[in-house]
């Protein structure tokens, strides 16, 4: 059997408008193949020149960023597997796409690689042309290319850096490389400035879709079965599952790291742009199967306050009263409140922006207690007239929120107190159109349900879950890189990798009924992680939760170098010299920025540059 990719080809809201099927020949040759998202063949009388640039839905919305354009889709991935920005045309080299198409990019820094040919040579040089008056414009020359050599050709035996570095020497454009300027180029006030290679990777880029090795088992198989019924991302269909179907599961089954038990136990938080994210629709099909898998399974909202979260999986309280009369007066052990036997719950928070706000009132306990309950079953309040217990409660959080809301409302205090690294990050964006809405059909949810209960009821059972040889060996090669520490808002939100590695290692065993984890649950909990890591890159990016830190950095993007009495201007001389001096500090120490002195008549010549 042939080598056969495909190639999906979204909008920039992530839209699917055309998937390409690319057929390998053992011969070099190759054969493509349009198809309709719905995948029928052709493209229906839509020109390619129409389609979206490939990889476009991948762009952060940072316009300060630099995005490359490559020709085809192998080319694309292959800088985007590196991390760089980066969009593939769909046309051929004999073709441009549309001034719509190319519209995407207005107001960006875009570097043009052509492909070492003829062809590709006038095709970026036709694109360049189209870009002029919308875009600033550089070219790419890998002196070292061989005939037809692309993109896809760099990357097979360099880094990322080597990549970096060859774009950071991408010139201004020229209709015709090396020789004389356009009088189009002639006619541009100022030339894209392309000295730092560090903004060649968007600090806030969505991240690539899931691998394979996530939909791993009967997880896969669900998300695959009801994703073409809706708009909504399958990472978002796939993390609702894992979260619902853990906190089904309950605590029995679980994993040790050290002293500490891991069961499946999550919290998710799915994230997206307000409007297209569809975070809200990723997990209707699942609350339906959790609904027929046990209809008394309780799914809470409206988190407000620590005691309240206690309630819904309280003890039973018990009150000792006087009971009679005269001499047969007696103290009697009553009960109060006969509590709540079930302790397992889920919490679905469709605007988890309203807990965001409560966490920020003084003397409020919810953080604490989602702390508590994400680590440990046993929970309590020390209110003097209302005290609650919880014991063996097993407490699931799925919470949906716009990245704008995140950043907007979620204090720094509880970033670094590790509230928000319980939780395992999901970007979403809207998928597909369907305009009449989409429902998955009734017999395709039973079907699962009645599947899935089996493994709610095999967990019911004490089970201690341990990696395999092979499992094991793997764990060991990715530990180290799993602990390591970060910086910033990013490293407060990710600083909990080995954990929540861990406990996807659960899920994925539980799911398949298995008592050990092998390497494909492994492989499917570093993939779902690798996603998360990335999605709180998208939120986060490299802001250090400084505000006067963040906005000097911000503006050295822009300006590319800035003087100290450039900096105090920035801020039209309102910072403290010392607040400004701390930020500085904590941009250099955490490797942000950089500093060159030069020595005047006077005070030494501060200049930072990013």
């Not at 454009?173 to 990777?201: C, I, K, Q, W, Y």
């Not at 716009?402 to 409302?409: A, C, K, N, T, V």
């Not at 400084?546 to 993007?557: G, H, N, Q, W, Y």
């Amino acid at each position: 059997m042939m080598p056969t990719t495909f190639y999906e080809v979204r909008s920039r809201d992530g839209v699917l408008a055309a998937i390409h099927k690319r057929i390998d020949h053992p011969d070099g040759g190759k054969d493509v193949i349009w198809l309709r998202p719905e995948g029928a063949v052709g493209l229906n009388s839509t020109p390619t020149s129409e389609l979206p640039l490939f990889g476009i839905d991948l762009i952060a919305d940072d316009d300060a960023a630099l995005v490359v354009i490559v020709e085809g889709e192998k080319a694309a991935l292959a800088l985007q597997g590196l991390g760089i920005a980066a969009v593939g045309t769909v046309t051929g080299a004999s073709g441009t796409p549309s001034a719509a198409v190319l519209g995407d990019l207005a107001g960006r820094a875009v570097l043009l690689w052509a492909d070492n040919d003829e062809p590709g040579r006038k095709h970026m040089q036709r694109i360049a042309e189209a870009l002029e008056d919308i875009a600033a414009v550089g070219w790419v020359e890998w002196p070292e290319a061989p005939p037809k050599g692309d993109a896809a050709d760099f990357v097979v035996d360099r880094t990322a850096d080597d990549a970096r570095t060859l774009l950071a020497s991408a010139t201004d454009f020229r209709a015709e490389p090396g020789g004389e300027r356009s009088e189009r180029s002639e006619r541009r006030e100022t030339s894209p400035d392309l000295s730092s290679h560090n903004s060649l990777v968007s600090h806030q880029r969505w991240p690539a879709p899931l691998p394979p090795e996530a939909f791993h088992g009967l997880a896969g198989e669900f998300v695959r079965t009801v994703e073409p019924y809706t708009e909504a991302d399958p990472a978002a269909i796939l993390a609702s599952l894992l979260v619902t179907i853990g906190a089904l599961a309950g605590p029995e089954v679980h994993a040790l790291a050290g002293d500490a038990e891991h069961p499946a136990r999550m919290y998710v938080l799915i994230t997206g742009d307000t409007s297209k994210g569809r975070k809200g629709t990723s997990g209707a099909p699942i609350h339906t199967v959790a609904s027929l898998i046990d209809p008394d399974f309780e799914m809470a909202s409206g988190l407000s306050s620590g005691e309240g979260l206690i309630y819904h999986v309280r003890d039973t309280t018990e009150k000792m009263v006087q009971v009679g009369r005269g001499k047969d007066r007696h103290p009697e052990l009553q009960v109060v409140d006969p509590g709540v036997e079930d302790k397992r719950l889920l919490v679905r928070e469709s605007e988890f922006a309203s807990v965001l706000r409560v966490l920020q009132r003084d003397g409020n306990s919810l953080s604490a207690v989602m702390r508590t309950a994400w680590e440990a079953q046993d929970l309590r309040t020390l209110t003097k007239n209302s005290p609650l217990r919880a014991t063996g409660a097993h407490v699931s959080v799925l919470g949906h929120v716009s990245r704008e809301e995140l950043l907007r409302y979620l204090d720094r205090t509880d970033l670094a107190n590790g509230f928000i690294n319980r939780f395992v990050i999901i970007a979403a964006k809207r998928q597909r159109l369907l305009p009449s809405g989409g429902n998955v059909p009734f017999e395709v949810l039973q079907g699962f349900a009645d599947r899935l209960r089996d493994v709610v009821a095999w967990a019911q059972e004490p089970r201690l879950i341990v990696r395999d040889d092979d499992a094991e060996r793997m764990w060991a090669e990715v530990y180290e890189e799993l602990s390591e520490g970060r910086s910033g808002l990013l490293g407060a939100a990710t600083n909990r990798a080995e954990a929540q590695a861990l406990r996807l290692q659960v899920m994925y065993a539980l799911l398949d009924c298995s008592p050990v984890i092998r390497q494909e649950h492994l492989m499917a909990a570093l993939a779902v992680w690798q996603y998360a890591d990335a999605s709180a890159k998208w939120v986060f990016g490299d802001a250090l939760g400084d505000t006067v830190a963040d906005e000097i950095l911000k503006a050295l993007r822009l300006r590319k170098e800035m003087t100290r009495t450039d900096i105090s201007d920035h801020f039209g001389r309102h910072v403290p010299r010392h607040r400004i001096e701390q930020a500085l500090d904590l941009l250099l120490s955490s490797e942000r920025i950089t500093r060159s002195m030069e020595q005047t008549s006077g005070r030494p010549r501060e200049t930072y540059r990013v």
